[in-house]
């Protein structure tokens, strides 16, 4: 059964600093790992998505890895900002029309 | 394109009502499903459904069913509230049901309260 562990559970830096999130899965025969944007109340933004077969994806300040062999994705924030506060989660899909399996997220709060 | 839809946001129900969350998506995915979110527990997948007409399990899918008459549409439909189902719900829908380009798309989510 494949479980995904996000660590530590809630992360507070100062602004301007350059951040990573860990994700870590027991199965490493993924097919895909997004992560997730989710702002308070609200629904869960995708941020990037890995194909198995990338190393990495960019979209702006955003950087996500994949490490198959070893179970792990980071997402790289660089030159955080307050409004980069939210909970960023994890998912992992299996294979295809297989379910997604979710971390519990990382509550970051980016001080002024 | 609206993106993922749910209705209603909020809802309170006395247990043993029953009630019906509405989910529809305007951009012919093929694979829409029904996740709950509770404090400490993460998403957990209920319902899911690759095409109309087709459904199947998730991990907790006791005390709720799943029909896909139409692509756009998959409601679920609570049968008897409990309060064990107070939470939040979150429908999601993704093209090809999630090949390896596929983003997983969420609507705002419903706040459910069970007394």
């Known amino acids: 059964k494949q479980e995904v562990t996000q660590i530590p559970a809630a992360l507070s830096v100062p602004e301007g600093e350059n951040l990573v999130l860990n994700c870590s899965f027991t199965d490493s025969a993924i097919y895909n790992l997004q992560w997730f944007r989710q702002d308070p109340g609200k629904g869960l933004t995708s941020l990037l998505l890995?194909?198995?077969?990338?190393r990495e994806q960019t979209s702006g300040r955003l950087n996500a890895s994949l490490d198959k062999s070893s179970g792990r994705s980071t997402l790289y924030i660089a030159a955080s900002q307050p409004g980069d506060s939210a909970t960023y989660l994890c998912a992992v899909r299996t294979g295809a029309n297989s379910k997604l399996t979710f971390g519990k997220g990382i509550t970051l709060s980016v001080r002024p | 394109n609206a993106g993922v839809t749910q209705t209603p946001k909020f809802q309170v129900l006395k247990t043993g009502q029953s009630m019906t969350l509405q989910c529809a998506q305007d951009m012919n995915h093929e694979y829409m499903s029904w996740y709950r979110q509770d404090p400490g527990m993460g998403l957990r997948l209920i319902h899911y459904?690759?095409?109309?007409?087709?459904?199947d399990q998730g991990e907790v899918p006791n005390g709720y069913n799943v029909s896909r008459s139409t692509t756009e549409d998959f409601p679920l439909r609570l049968l008897s509230a409990a309060p064990s189902q107070t939470s939040v719900y979150f429908c999601?829908?993704?093209?090809?049901?999630?090949?390896?380009?596929?983003?997983?798309?969420f609507g705002p989510g419903t706040r459910l309260t069970v007394l």
């Open positions: 459904s690759v095409g109309a007409g087709i459904t």
């Open positions: 890995i194909q198995s077969s990338q």
């Open positions: 999601a829908s993704s093209y090809r049901g999630g090949g390896g380009t596929d983003t997983q798309y």
